[in-house]
């Protein structure tokens, strides 16, 4: 089983595209979209159960360069 995660990532002026590229390299998402307002990429991760997310999102997705602050939305239900 795994945690769909939902991560949103304001990006260092300019670097968007970069920041985007690194994120697709290192194929943890399912999906990755550039967005329009406070934060300039949304990603979906599923991330397995026996891993533990704080952790996860640290360590694989927040390592990435010019990442200047992220908003992680955790879900619970599929309707």
Excluded: W
Excluded at 56 to 70: G, K, Q, T
């Amino acid at each position: 089983m795994t945690t769909c995660v939902f991560v949103q990532i304001r990006c260092k002026p300019g670097t968007t595209y970069c920041v985007a590229e690194d994120i697709a390299r290192r194929e943890i998402h399912s999906e990755l979209y550039s967005t329009s307002g406070e934060y300039d990429l949304i990603l979906k991760i599923y991330i397995p159960e026996d891993k533990d997310i704080s952790k996860f999102i640290n360590d694989e997705l927040l390592c990435v360069p010019n990442i200047e602050r992220s908003l992680t939305t955790m879900t619970f239900r599929v309707f």
